[in-house]
């Protein structure tokens, strides 16, 4: 059975890259034809991404071509994501010092945009990074600073994500309590919505709470359920 699953993953993994490299051809495709302008810049930025698990340095080098454009053309959106993409390539290379640099300089942007759909995909993505620096009260504090945003705007589709992207930053602080209440506020919207992509992590988290708390029977079934 393993065997099968193994064959089954290596696949789908082969599928996928090959799907990205077709993808990738036919983008450079366009490149020598494009003009010098914003859709030039998110042509590149197109590419970058189709180079970011496999290619660190190809992405890093359209990522810049991006970022040289989109200065002369003062296009901000392009700057944005320029950061926003380093940030996660920084990320991937374990290099969480510049990554964090880059998350705060996609925030900055993202704010002078004035888009809060931007506003919490970086707020979000700047608490991953500390938590992977370990500083996990500014986890929760950017976290919170997101949650705040996607009640205010009434974002339900993303709540209950964030619900347990805040219940994660408390675990991390030994708040056990609290991240199961969060948890259970997660799982609450996604039975309303259905909106949570990877309820099984949620549940997974839950009875790591509960486990901690010591609520042995609540953990089990949690986990069973993840």
Do not use: W
């Amino acid at each position: 059975m393993r065997k099968t699953v193994y064959i089954v993953v290596s696949l789908l993994s082969t599928v996928f890259a090959q799907a990205q490299v077709e993808k990738r051809d036919s983008l450079l495709k366009l490149l020598p034809s494009a003009k010098e302008d914003t859709a030039r810049a998110m042509l590149l930025l197109r590419i970058a991404d189709t180079y970011e698990a496999n290619n660190q340095d190809s992405s890093i080098y359209y990522l810049e071509r991006s970022k040289q454009l989109s200065d002369g053309l003062h296009f901000k959106m392009g700057i944005y994501h320029y950061y926003e993409q380093s940030a996660v390539v920084s990320f991937t290379k374990g290099d969480y010092n510049l990554s964090m640099l880059q998350s705060n300089s996609a925030l900055d942007v993202a704010r002078e945009l004035n888009d809060p759909g931007l506003i919490i995909n970086m707020l979000n993505n700047t608490g991953i990074v500390y938590q992977y620096l370990g500083q996990f009260d500014k986890q929760l504090d950017y976290t919170l600073q997101a949650l705040v945003i996607t009640e205010k705007t009434n974002r339900k589709e993303k709540l209950s994500a964030m619900y347990h992207n805040v219940a994660n930053a408390y675990y991390n602080l030994n708040q056990f309590r609290k991240s199961a209440d969060y948890c259970l506020l997660s799982l609450k919207l996604q039975q309303q919505t259905g909106s949570n992509t990877y309820p099984n992590r949620v549940y997974a988290t839950l009875g790591q709470s509960y486990a901690m708390l010591k609520i042995t029977d609540s953990a089990l079934y949690y986990y069973n359920t993840a």
